[in-house]
């Protein structure tokens, strides 16, 4: 029933199968709060994606594993740039239930894209041209951090909706007991505060207050489409340093930072 791409003649390619063409759908989503093209990397193990926003206060961290595919080959190592945002408009209208299969053949520098639906009797094709790969990569920071917290990635996105009516920047701390989301303005201002043994926080680990600013525009774009794959966000800092924020996804990573504000820069 599949038509495969693989070809012949040694040329690299790839194809991948995922039962579920929606949740494909929502971790492009959640990588265009970033930047809105990106260049995946595929090998047999699986695809990743490592992309800054053009202003350079972002990074966003995608794997997701061959594992997470009903379906999946890949011969060699093969680099795909795409513009994210002409992606989501062909996955745009996906529904529960559908399946997905990307192609790919380098030499020809198109991206097929098939969607079917449950009953399986009605495909739809669509064709993606890539983009020209610039060699110049982005590559993940390592960073170390002094606490790190579970928490309730829905309650996050709440408390930043609430301090966004106060002010455009956000104060995150975590100390051993709580993790607190406020923000300040000409007008007022705004505190959220979390224990650690309220439902929110899974879990503190820390011996220390940490804390730093950040813009609220850049963790908002982050939190709403991080909070609909998964119900917790694991962040980890350090103070007056970048933000961790990290996902949990089945058969992949899901990881941003977003660089400080520094006060009185």
């Not at 940490?210 to 850049?218: C, D, G, K, P, R």
């Not at 119900?231 to 990881?255: A, C, H, Q, R, Y």
Request: charged share 25%; with cysteine; hydrophobic share 40%.
């Amino acid at each position: 029933m599949w038509r495969t791409m693989m070809h012949l003649g040694g040329s690299m390619s790839f194809r991948m199968r995922l039962p579920s063409a929606d949740y494909f759908s929502d971790l492009i989503k959640a990588i265009q709060a970033v930047a809105d093209e990106g260049t995946f990397k595929i090998t047999s193990e699986g695809m990743r994606l490592v992309a800054m926003d053009p202003a350079h206060i972002s990074l966003v961290d995608f794997e997701l594993s061959s594992s997470a595919a009903e379906e999946y080959e890949c011969e060699g190592e093969l680099q795909m740039t795409v513009s994210l945002s002409e992606l989501l408009k062909l996955l745009k209208h996906t529904k529960s239930g559908e399946s997905l299969t990307l192609s790919y053949i380098e030499q020809d520098k198109k991206l097929e894209i098939i969607i079917v639906d449950a009953t399986g009797s009605k495909q739809r094709i669509f064709t993606l041209n890539t983009l020209e790969t610039v060699e110049a990569r982005s590559v993940t920071p390592r960073l170390t951090f002094d606490a790190k917290a579970r928490i309730s990635s829905a309650a996050v996105k709440d408390a930043i909706r609430d301090c966004k009516t106060i002010s455009d920047y956000v104060k995150v701390t975590i100390n051993p007991e709580e993790v607190i989301v406020a923000a300040k303005g000409e007008l007022g201002g705004a505190q959220i505060k979390f224990t650690k043994a309220g439902a929110a926080i899974y879990e503190i680990e820390t011996d220390k207050e940490v804390w730093a600013h950040f813009s609220i525009n850049y963790l908002e774009k982050i939190i709403k489409p991080g909070s609909s794959l998964s119900d917790e966000v694991v962040m980890e800092l350090t103070t007056n340093k970048p933000i961790k924020l990290g996902f949990p996804i089945p058969s992949g990573k899901l990881e941003y930072l977003i660089a400080p504000r520094i006060e009185g820069a």
